[in-house]
């Protein structure tokens, strides 16, 4: 079976620094995607970046980016130049290829990040 | 309305109530997911609803009845509940297909529930 790990209950960082948080994952699948989901304190989860795991490069949105180390089966999420408002919950999250019911996410237990001002 | 919504956002009730949490996509989605979300756990995945079948977490009480009328309605009936089932339930929808390599899940609030 799939599973996430998120190693790092909490993590806090400086504002306008940069941050990075861990996640690996096990599975004996080749095609998978992977996801980095974010639950501000209002609760609603929302996606932040996604990975399909038969692309080398790094995803990356704005100031968000992944390092995503498929042999290693590692996905770090790294925030850069940290803002306010990037404090939240993150949850690292793993799917298999397709949808119907191989499709479900498997998630970590996430990692908490606050922002000092 | 947009996106995904749920009702209530607040429920208390009883062991021996019986209460329904309503979740509702208005993105033109054909799945539809129920997590529970306690503290310090992963999210759970409960139940989902997707091309027409239903599946569902077989380590799930029986006491969670799921509903889906159609496509855009999800249900989540309790009864009997117990104190340990008090969490954050979060409905979540999709776009889903067979042959869609990708489906991104979109997030309703949550409803939170605390059981005495």
């Known amino acids: 079976a799939q599973t996430v790990t998120q190693s790092q209950p909490e993590m806090s960082v400086q504002e306008a620094e940069t941050v990075t948080l861990s996640c690996t994952y096990d599975t004996s699948e080749s095609d998978y995607y992977l996801f980095w989901y974010k639950q501000p304190p209002s609760r609603q989860m929302i996606l932040v970046i996604r990975q399909e795991a038969y692309k080398q490069q790094n995803a990356t949105e704005n100031r968000f980016s992944v390092n995503f180390q498929k042999a290693a089966k590692s996905f770090s999420l790294k925030i850069s130049d940290s803002q306010l408002g990037d404090a939240a919950m993150y949850f690292c999250?793993?799917?298999?290829?397709?949808?119907?019911?191989?499709?479900?996410?498997?998630f970590g237990k996430g990692t908490k990040l606050s922002v000092k001002p | 309305e947009t996106g995904v919504t749920q009702t209530p956002r607040h429920l208390v009730m009883g062991m021996t109530n019986k209460k329904s949490l309503k979740c509702e996509q208005h993105l033109g989605h054909n799945a539809m997911y129920w997590y529970k979300q306690s503290a310090k756990k992963p999210l759970e995945l409960m139940f989902v609803y997707s091309l027409e079948e239903r599946v569902e977490n077989n380590s799930v009480p029986s006491r969670f009845s799921p509903e889906c009328p159609n496509s855009s309605h999800l249900f989540l009936h309790l009864h009997t509940l117990q104190p340990e089932d008090s969490a954050l339930y979060l409905c979540?929808?999709?776009?889903?297909?067979?042959?869609?390599?990708?489906?991104?899940?979109?997030f309703g609030p949550g409803t939170r529930l605390t059981v005495l």
């Open positions: 979540a929808s999709s776009q889903d297909s067979k042959r869609s390599a990708y489906n991104e899940q979109f």
């Open positions: 999250a793993y799917r298999r290829g397709f949808g119907g019911s191989q499709g479900n996410l498997i």
